[in-house]
């Protein structure tokens, strides 16, 4: 063999490689070709779906679901927790379009809600204030948006229990017992925030207390969440972890779950604290690891629900874990990054699938079909939800910024 047959056999291994990689990096740059396409198309056909959505809506009220036996609009009053996405959501459709007649929707509905910064009926005021007047500081630099702000968090920490370290989610009713919920660490971003604004330390501080109580009592073993933990006032003996909207108590909530990967996510976002994003990664492996996630990333209402034909999915849980990982996923590194954003992707790519996405001037306005909000209560069940809308947007916003 001469040595130019040597040198041709040893490039031989070298071109392929090379090829294969050109390979890998074309089809990686045609995925984010997709979804960037996925996005645009969303978020113009957003923009469509809120202006329908808003003149079904009463002028002194808010959009919350959409019953399609009725073919009508379901509004709430700004009471109602859910009633600070609507305007959230036009603040993020706002951002990505600049269309001012979206932008003079979203400022009509604040003035509405602008009263719910004095709520203190229960831990929803974080939901209400911080995504609607959060977002539209954080786009506007309005300083009215940001005092309203600051209001709403000094109204939260009035249902800070020092005895429980926790901020009590809902009146309690039978006393003395005080009710956690895990969906409370969101409302835990409008303290982090202002505290950081306004260089006040006592919000975070509060903010902290209550998630390290929740990592404590809320979580077991496999590092799964419970929905509910109720607490002695007096003493902060827990008295019973329960479930209010999962399957049972000792079941995995889909919904409760994408709140605690989002909520400490956030908290290693405000804090650099690794416990947090430790518990955040721990939540995620539950999630992605669980036999019962369908490959399509959407999941059931309820990990441990019995899983037939029958069972429902729930979009809205989906759009939150999806919005979260994204955030993981810029904490993190590798292999474990790229499945992050990958899971995220699939979810994204699922939501945009006609079985999930509606069409222009269906199901109410609202974009996503196919949310369950409390199947128990027989409450909101196989139906548009507002919050599923947000995070959905959010999650699309997100990638936009990170990862195109």
């Known amino acids: 063999m ?39 198309k969303n978020m113009e056909l957003a923009a469509r779906q809120y202006k329908f959505m808003a003149s079904l809506t009463p002028a002194d009220s808010m959009p919350r679901t959409y019953d399609a036996a009725q073919d009508k609009l379901v509004s ?5 927790w859910t009633s600070g996405f609507f305007p959230a959501s036009l603040w993020y459709i706002y951002s990505y379009t600049k269309d001012t007649a979206i932008r003079s929707e979203a400022e009509r509905r604040l003035a509405l809600e602008e009263k719910e910064k004095y709520l203190t009926s229960n831990h929803d ?40 370290k926790a901020i009590q989610s809902w009146q309690a ?45 809320h979580f077991r073993a496999d590092n799964s969440s419970y929905h509910v933990v109720e607490y002695d006032p007096a003493t902060g003996k827990v008295l019973e972890k329960k479930t209010a909207q999962g399957y049972s108590d000792e079941s995995a909530w889909a919904r409760g779950q994408a ?39 959407v999941p059931y209402w309820d990990f441990n629900a019995p899983v037939d034909k029958h069972t429902l999915r729930d979009a809205s849980a989906a759009s939150i874990m999806a919005s979260a990982l994204l955030e993981l996923a810029q904490y993190t590194e590798g292999a474990e990054k790229t499945r992050y954003i990958s899971m995220a992707e699939k ?18 306005g609202f974009l996503l079909k196919h949310g369950v909000g409390n199947l128990p209560g027989k409450s909101e069940v196989d139906v548009p939800l507002t919050y599923g809308d947000y995070y959905f947007i959010e999650a699309m916003l997100r990638y936009k910024q990170w990862y195109l």
């Open 125 to 164: 005021v974080g939901f209400m204030i911080f995504c609607s007047f959060g977002n539209a500081y954080k786009i506007t630099h309005n300083p009215d948006y940001r005092d309203v702000c600051a209001v709403a968090a000094e109204t939260l920490i009035k249902r800070y229990k020092p005895s429980i």
């Open 2 to 40: 001469t040595v130019h047959s040597l040198r041709r056999q040893n490039l031989i291994p070298v071109v392929l490689l090379l090829c294969l990689s050109c390979l890998s990096l074309c089809t990686y740059a045609q995925g984010k070709k997709k979804i960037e396409k996925l996005i645009q």
């Open 347 to 364: 979810i994204l790519t699922t939501l945009s699938s006609k079985t999930y996405l509606a069409k222009y001037r269906q199901n109410g």
């Open 259 to 297: 709140w605690g990967l989002y909520g400490y996510t956030m908290m290693y976002r405000f804090t650099t604290e690794p416990t947090y994003l430790e518990q955040a990664r721990k939540i995620a492996a539950f999630i992605l690891n669980h036999p019962n996630l369908p490959a399509d990333g």
């Open 173 to 217: 009713l039978t006393a003395p017992k005080s009710p956690v919920i895990i969906d409370n660490m969101m409302n835990l971003e409008l303290l982090n925030w202002v505290s950081d604004e306004w260089r006040e330390p006592k919000y975070k501080a509060i903010a902290i207390a209550h998630a390290n109580t929740t990592i404590k009592n």
């Open 76 to 80: 709430s009053d700004t009471r109602w």
